[in-house]
Structure formats: C-alpha cells, structure tokens
Nanobody
C-alpha cells in the first residue's frame, strides 16, 4: 500500500514559478511510475505529466510542455513538478498518482493523493 501527499500549492501571479512535491510512504514506490493530474472547477480531471519508475522516461500534456518538468527521487520517495511561466489557465487542484502502469489515463492509477490547490492570478 502506498500513500501520497502533495504539497507546494499556493496563489501566484502569471509568469511565476512553483514546485509541487508528492511525498510517498509505504513499500514499493520505487517500482511505480508516477504522474501529475489536475482538475479545474467545472472541468474533468486531466493529465499533466508522467514519469517512469526509474525517472528515465517522461511525457507531458501539450498545454504544459516546455513549461513544466516532472522528476522522481527514489532515494526520497518523492515526485516533483516544477512549473514555470504559470498561466491563469493552469489554475486547478493538482493531484499526484502512482501505479505500476505508465500512461496518461487516470483510470490506470491505483494510488492518489488528495491534491493541492494552485491558483494563478492574471
């Protein structure tokens, strides 16, 4: 069983940067792929970024490509999402997820955090 806890969200201005952290507890996290998803008010949850279990392979949504960077530190059981050049449309609750599967569909993931709010003002 793996438990995920996100932190690092907040209120920032457009153009600012923010780093989200997902701390995992429980056995086996080192063998899991991890992803970040987000959900804006009134919208469905959407894929943001994923990273393979060893951190070698990553994939990004087109809307964040070039601005966001996902990384995984297996020595600390932690996944990060560095967000640069933030836009108001990035405003959402950001969720961390993990699973043996590696994919952009949220239904692939068994383990989820509770989310952290990111608000970008214009």
């Amino acid at each position: 069983q793996v438990t995920l806890l996100e932190s690092g969200g907040g209120l920032v201005q457009a153009g600012d940067s923010l780093t989200l952290t997902c701390a995992a507890s429980g056995q086996g996290f080192i063998n899991l792929a991890a992803g970040w998803f987000r959900q804006a008010p009134g919208k469905e949850r959407e894929f943001v970024a994923i990273i393979s279990w060893n951190g070698v392979t990553t994939r990004y949504a087109d809307s964040v490509k070039g601005r966001f960077t996902i990384s995984k530190d297996n020595t600390k059981n932690t996944v990060y999402l560095r967000m640069n050049s933030l836009k108001p449309e990035d405003t959402a609750v950001y969720f961390c997820a993990a699973d043996k599967a590696y994919g952009s569909k949220d239904y692939l993931y068994d383990y989820w955090g509770r989310g952290t709010q990111v608000t970008v003002s214009s």
